[in-house]
């Protein structure tokens, strides 16, 4: 079992910034990876980022590549989401996901544990 928390949500401006972090306990952490999310009223959660677990491999959605940086500290049981040049198509619930594997997934059928979210609003 593996438990998720998400952190750093909250309200920014179009072209702010936002840093989201996930501190995972229970499971070993380090041998998997781990994803981000979101998902805006009314649509499908899709992908946003991901990173194996040596965090040698990133992997993001194209509409957020430049702006978003996936990262991940094994030692503290940690994943974060730097977000920069924040759009109002980012409003979101985001998701922190722990995979079933070591590798990058972009299916939510790859992630076995799930946080709660975290609610990230983008307006003037």
């Known amino acids: 079992q593996v438990q998720l928390a998400e952190l750093g949500g909250g309200l920014a401006q179009p072209g702010g910034s936002l840093t989201l972090s996930c501190a995972a306990s229970g499971r070993a952490f380090t041998t998997y990876g781990m994803g981000w999310f979101r998902q805006a009223p009314g649509k499908d959660r899709e992908f946003v980022a991901a990173?194996?677990?040596?965090?040698?491999?990133?992997l993001y959605r194209d509409s957020v590549k430049g702006r978003f940086t996936i990262s991940r500290d094994n030692a503290k049981n940690t994943v974060s989401l730097q977000m920069n040049n924040l759009k109002p198509e980012g409003t979101a619930l985001y998701y922190c996901?722990?995979?079933?594997?070591?590798?990058?997934?972009?299916?939510?059928?790859?992630?076995?544990?799930w946080g709660q979210g975290t609610q990230v609003t983008v307006s003037s």
């Open positions: 996901a722990h995979a079933d594997s070591p590798a990058v997934l972009t299916i939510p059928q790859g992630y076995d544990f």
């Open positions: 990173i194996s677990w040596l965090a040698g491999v990133t």
